[in-house]
Every structure is written in structure tokens, then in C-alpha cells.
């Protein structure tokens, strides 16, 4: 059996799918969660089911869109735990629709949640690494973040993004006790789709092999226990990453094929 997992874990978009899983695995194994997200109901929740079972995990409410309220996600976590070893940078939102017919707003709302949350969470986390002389930051990208798929177009843009940060931040602290890591999950069984339906009105269905939450926050609480630059939870997606540097027209053709369909467009909220 592994050791304890003796972490203390800051994880956004802890109140569902990916982050929830990831959550409840790394306080399976012994480590301490603080959860962030801005359903405090769902959060409470997920903290109340991790400290039943004998886990520690608290919840600190807000949104990643605003600086200040991942500063206070930290300061918290290290208030309450004396420290933080990792920040994982889940919350994401998406959208599906051609680039032609993508609104401005739309394509705000996702560069802000997706990147400039990844951004302010790092950013909160790496000061208090500094300061620490250790920490490792993790960003749950996409394999869309390694090879844009139709349909997918701002999404993708902002999956690349956080490519882009942890790339550069690994080399930056090359050679400290700070590491960065980026995660690509295929299509993964999460509230992802309904809360695009939710919030966009459009229907989208995958087309091509699926994951379970389960298993990518697997393959990310490896990641905690050895830190490592790049996480494929689905193995083979690795293989789309290749080809699309060796081969890109034919990942075209291939994307083409596995992209996701929006069957229906309704008002957006
Ligand atoms: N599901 C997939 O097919 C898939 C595939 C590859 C990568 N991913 C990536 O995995 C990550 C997690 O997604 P998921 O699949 O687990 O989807 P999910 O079940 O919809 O979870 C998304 C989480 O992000 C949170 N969130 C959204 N906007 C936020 C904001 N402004 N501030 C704080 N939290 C916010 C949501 O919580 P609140 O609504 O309570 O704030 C929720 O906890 C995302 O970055 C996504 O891009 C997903």
C-alpha cells in the first residue's frame, strides 16, 4: 500500500466532476483538500462526505475569475494548514459552436474563467512557493489543449494557454523544489456538457472514447505523489499530440472525425 499522501491540496472547480474526483481520491490517501468553487453548497457537501470518512478538507467559496478571491484561497489554506505543497488549476468552462459564430462575451467568459483563472491561481500559489522553496502547480488542460478540434476553436485557444504557462514556469524553476505539471483529459464524464447546455443552451455529444472522472483524478494524484511534466490519463491520446506535430493535415482528418457535435443552439443565459 502507498504512504499517506501527506499534502495540503488547493484544488479549483473542486464542486463537481474532475476536481471533485480529484479531491476526494487525494483525501482517500491522507491528504488535506481545500476546496474552491462557487456553488458553497455543492462544496460543503463534497467537504462534508471527505470529513465523514475521516479526511480533512475545507472549503473556501469563490471565484477564479477575480485575483483576490484565489489570494484568499490561499492565505486560507495556509492559515488553516501552515502551508500549501499544491495548487491545482481545474475550474474550466466550455463552449462549442464554429469561431464565425462565436460571440465576443462567450469568447471573454471562457479566456477569463479558463485563463485568467488558471493565471490568479497560480499566481496566488507560486508567491507562497517562493516563499516556501517548494510547491508543485498542476493545470488541468485537454488533449484539445495539445490539438484543436472543430467547433472548438476559443476553447482550445485557452487550453493552449495553460500549455504555455506550465511550459514556461517548468523551465523557470528548473532545478528549485517548485514543479509545474499539465494534465490532458480526453472527453471525461462530468457536468462539463450540461453546464455548457446550462449556460449556452447548446447541446454538445462526444464522439470517440470516454473517460470517468475516477480515472483522470487517478492519474493526477500520481502526479501529486511523482511530480511529472505531462499527464495523458487516456495513454493513447498522446499519440494525437505526436501526430499533430509530425503529421498536422492528417490530425486534421482525424479530429474531423472524433469532433464534437452541437445538436441544438437555444438562448444563452
Ligand atoms: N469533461 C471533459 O470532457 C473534459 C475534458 C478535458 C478537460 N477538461 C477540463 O477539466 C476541468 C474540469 O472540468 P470538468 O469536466 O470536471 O467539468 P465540471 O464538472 O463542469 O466542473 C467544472 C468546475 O469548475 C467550476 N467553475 C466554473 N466556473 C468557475 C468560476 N468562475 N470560478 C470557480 N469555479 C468555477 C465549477 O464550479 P462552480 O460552478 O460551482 O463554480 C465546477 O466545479 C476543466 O478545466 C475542463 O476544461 C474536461
Redesign the pocket.
Known sequence: MAPPLEKIIAI?????????AVAEQAAAEGATVVL????AD?LNDVVAGITARGGRALAVP????RDADMRALVARAVGAFGRLDVMIC?????YHDAFADTPPDVMRRLVD??LM?TLHAAHAAIAEFRAQQSGHLIA?????GRRGIPGSSVYAAT?FAQVGLIESLRAEFHGTNIHASVVY????A???HA?IKRDFGHDVH?HGPKQA?EAVAQAIVACIRRPRAEVYPYPRAKWLAVLAVVAPSIADRLVRRYARRSTSAGPRA
Not at 479549483?12 to 471533485?20: D, L, N, P
Not at 474552491?36 to 456553488?39: D, G, L, V, Y
Not at 469563490?62 to 475569475?65: E, P
Not at 483529459?185 to 471525461?188: E, F, G, L, V
Open positions: 479549483t472547480g473542486a464542486s463537481s466532476g474532475i476536481g471533485r474552491a468553487a462557487r456553488r455543492l469563490g471565484d477564479v475569475t481545474n475550474a474550466g468552462i466550455g474563467v479558463n483563472g488541468i488542460s485537454s488533449v484539445v487550453k483529459p480526453i472527453s471525461t462530468t457536468e462539463f453546464a462526444g472522472a
